[in-house]
């Protein structure tokens, strides 16, 4: 069979052009290539280059802090503060006593000095005061009387004079008067009874004196040494007033944190209950009868630092 030149020929030159379109192809691709490794390897020296440059400046203002760190003004600074601390201390000591003496000039009234007299005008003829007691804000008297409306009649009488700062309270109950003595052991030289009413009543009557009490909130840390801290804070409220005190489940001073661990109301025990319902209200709350020394009792907080928190020099 005969071999058509042409046609081999025909197929040597396809072959020929496709080779070199795959060669032109693989050129184009190989100068992409080379393209885009340029492009990385100079980000990659521009990433490099910046952390130096940032390393250098990191260690420029660590060798700058350190110099300073080391200069004679720092090197006292621990002292400084123990000093500061020791200042502030004495201080805060001052301001508490300070406190506490205005705590006891307003908190001591005084009761009127017409009240004895008062009292002599309203005692009914049946009736006589065994005794009479007067504190910085209230009085109490105590006596017996043959007719329990003469008791009433007494307590109106108080009332209207305006000794008291609010109506006064009254308990009335029967008594044996063989207590005190019956009927006949009240003789005379003669032996004739002056007394022949045997029936007796005892009365306590209770009123204020003052238009206003005071509420006084002293803050001390727990342990075997308590210490203030802070003065004593004394407001005025007035008889049958409500009172409010906000804020009190944490307290901070001096940079330190404390948080509240026990309630006394006037050297009384605040219950487990209430000082749970004070600390999730963060208040204190009720009603002015009585001057009141309230005592919060904190416990410091002790910060630990996070885990792995450490300090590192850069890179």
């Known amino acids: 069979m005969a071999i058509n030149k042409r046609l081999l020929a025909k197929k040597d030159m396809n072959f020929f052009a496709e080779f070199t379109a795959n060669a032109a192809k693989m050129r184009r691709l190989f100068g992409y290539a080379v393209v885009i490794g340029v492009i990385v390897v100079g980000v990659l020296l521009a990433i490099v280059g910046y952390d130096l440059i940032r390393n250098f400046f990191i260690k420029a203002e660590i060798t700058s802090l350190e110099v300073v760190l080391n200069s004679e003004e720092y090197s006292t600074?621990?002292?400084?503060?123990?000093?500061?601390?020791?200042?502030?201390?004495?201080?805060?000591?001052?301001?508490?006593?300070?406190?506490?003496?205005?705590?006891?000039?307003?908190?001591?009234?005084?009761?009127?000095?017409?009240?004895?007299?008062?009292?002599?005008?309203?005692?009914?003829?049946?009736?006589?005061?065994?005794?009479?007691?007067?504190?910085?804000?209230?009085?109490?008297?105590?006596?017996?009387?043959?007719?329990?409306?003469?008791?009433?009649?007494?307590?109106?009488?108080?009332?209207?004079?305006?000794?008291?700062?609010?109506?006064?309270?009254?308990?009335?109950?029967?008594?044996?008067?063989?207590?005190?003595?019956?009927?006949?052991?009240?003789?005379?030289?003669?032996?004739?009874?002056?007394?022949?009413?045997?029936?007796?009543?005892?009365?306590?009557?209770?009123?204020?004196?003052?238009?206003?009490?005071?509420?006084?909130?002293?803050?001390?840390?727990?342990?075997?040494v308590s210490q203030s801290l802070s003065g004593i804070e004394t407001k005025p409220v007035k008889i049958g007033n409500p009172y409010e005190l906000t804020d009190i489940a944490t307290y901070e001073t001096g940079g330190q944190k404390y948080t509240l661990n026990s309630i006394t109301v006037n050297n009384v025990a605040v219950t487990a209950n209430n000082l749970a319902t004070i600390i999730a209200n963060n208040k204190i709350q009720g009603t002015a009868y009585e001057n009141l020394d309230i005592k919060l009792m904190y416990d410091k907080v002790v910060e630990t630092p996070a885990e792995g928190a450490q300090g590192g020099e850069g890179k």
């Open 77 to 224: 600074l621990e002292d400084k503060a123990k000093e500061l601390t020791r200042i502030l201390e004495e201080r805060q000591k001052t301001f508490y006593t300070l406190t506490q003496m205005r705590k006891q000039v307003d908190t001591s009234g005084t009761a009127p000095v017409d009240l004895p007299d008062i009292l002599a005008e309203s005692i009914p003829s049946d009736s006589w005061v065994q005794a009479y007691e007067v504190n910085t804000s209230s009085s109490s008297i105590f006596g017996y009387s043959f007719s329990y409306y003469s008791v009433v009649d007494m307590v109106h009488k108080l009332n209207e004079s305006n000794v008291f700062t609010t109506v006064p309270q009254c308990e009335i109950q029967t008594f044996d008067p063989t207590n005190i003595g019956g009927a006949d052991s009240f003789v005379n030289d003669d032996l004739i009874p002056t007394n022949i009413i045997n029936n007796y009543y005892t009365y306590t009557i209770t009123g204020t004196l003052l238009a206003e009490v005071y509420i006084s909130v002293g803050r001390y840390t727990t342990g075997d």
